[in-house]
C-alpha cells in the first residue's frame, strides 16, 4: 500500500461544476496536510494547507480532513478552464522522517 | 524575497559527466529538499537537509550527492550521469515540521 494515495484520473468536469479531489493516507499519527496544484511544465505551488478534522475554506478552494478514516479532499467549487492542473497531496506522516510524502497527483480537466 | 531559486534551467549532459544543481532560498528556512519528478509521474525525494551539516537520503539517493555548509545553499551533485537521470529536479524548502513547502523553479536534465 502506497503511503499517499490518490486517484491519477484525468478527472474531467465542466465549467462552474464541483471538482473533488480525494487523498488517503496510510499512517494515523499524521498531523499536516497539504494541497499543492502544478500546471504543465511548471513547479508545485501551495493551495491550502489543513491541520484539524473538518472543513477548511478559501475562496473557491475547500478541503476537508477526516483523520479518523485518513481522508482528505479537495473540493473547487465554481471550476474553471484554469483550474486545469495536477493536484498533489501531501502528507507529514509519522514516520520520522522530516519531509512531506506527495501523492501521484490527480489530473484535473475542465470543460469550457 | 525571490524565495527558492535553482540554477541551471535546463542542462544537457552527456554519459559519464558531472554537474552541480544549485539551490538557494533567502528565506532562512532550516528545511530544505531536493526531488525528482519523471514526465507524467510524482515527486521522488532524493535528499534533504534540516539544518546546515545535516543532511539525509531519500527515496532514490543512488547516483547523487549532497551538501549543507550554509543555510542558504542546497547543491545537488550528479556523479557519473547516466541516461536513468534525465528528469526535472525540484529544490524546496521550508522552515520547520507542519510547515508549507516553497518550490523552486526547477532544473530540466537530459542525459545522452
Known amino acids: 500500500q502506497k503511503e499517499v494515495e490518490q486517484n491519477s484520473g484525468p478527472l474531467s468536469v465542466p465549467e462552474g461544476a464541483i471538482a473533488s479531489l480525494n487523498c488517503t493516507y496510510s499512517d494515523r499519527g499524521s498531523q499536516s496536510f497539504f494541497w499543492y496544484r502544478q500546471y504543465s511544465g511548471k513547479s508545485p505551488e501551495l493551495i491550502m494547507s489543513i491541520y484539524s478534522n473538518g472543513d477548511k475554506e478559501d475562496g473557491r478552494f475547500t478541503a476537508q480532513l477526516n483523520k479518523a478514516s485518513q481522508y482528505v479532499s479537495l473540493l473547487i467549487r465554481d471550476s474553471q478552464p484554469s483550474d486545469s492542473a495536477t493536484y498533489l497531496c501531501a502528507v507529514e506522516l509519522d514516520t520520522g522522517r522530516r519531509a512531506l510524502t506527495f501523492g501521484s497527483g490527480t489530473r484535473l480537466q475542465v470543460q469550457p | 524575497n525571490a524565495g527558492v531559486t535553482q540554477t541551471p534551467k535546463f542542462r544537457i549532459l552527456k554519459i559519464g559527466q558531472s554537474m552541480t544543481l544549485q539551490c538557494t532560498q533567502d528565506m532562512n528556512h532550516n528545511y530544505m529538499y531536493w526531488y525528482r519528478q519523471d514526465p507524467g509521474m510524482g515527486l521522488k525525494l532524493i535528499y534533504y537537509?534540516?539544518?546546515?551539516?545535516?543532511?539525509d537520503k531519500g527515496e532514490v539517493p543512488n547516483g547523487y550527492n549532497v551538501s549543507r555548509s550554509t543555510t542558504e545553499d542546497f547543491p545537488l551533485r550528479l556523479e557519473l550521469a547516466a541516461p536513468s537521470q534525465t528528469s526535472v529536479y525540484f529544490c524546496a524548502s521550508r522552515r520547520g515540521e507542519g510547515e508549507t513547502q516553497y518550490f523552486g523553479p526547477g532544473t530540466r536534465l537530459l542525459v545522452l
Open positions: 537537509s534540516v539544518g546546515a551539516g545535516i543532511t
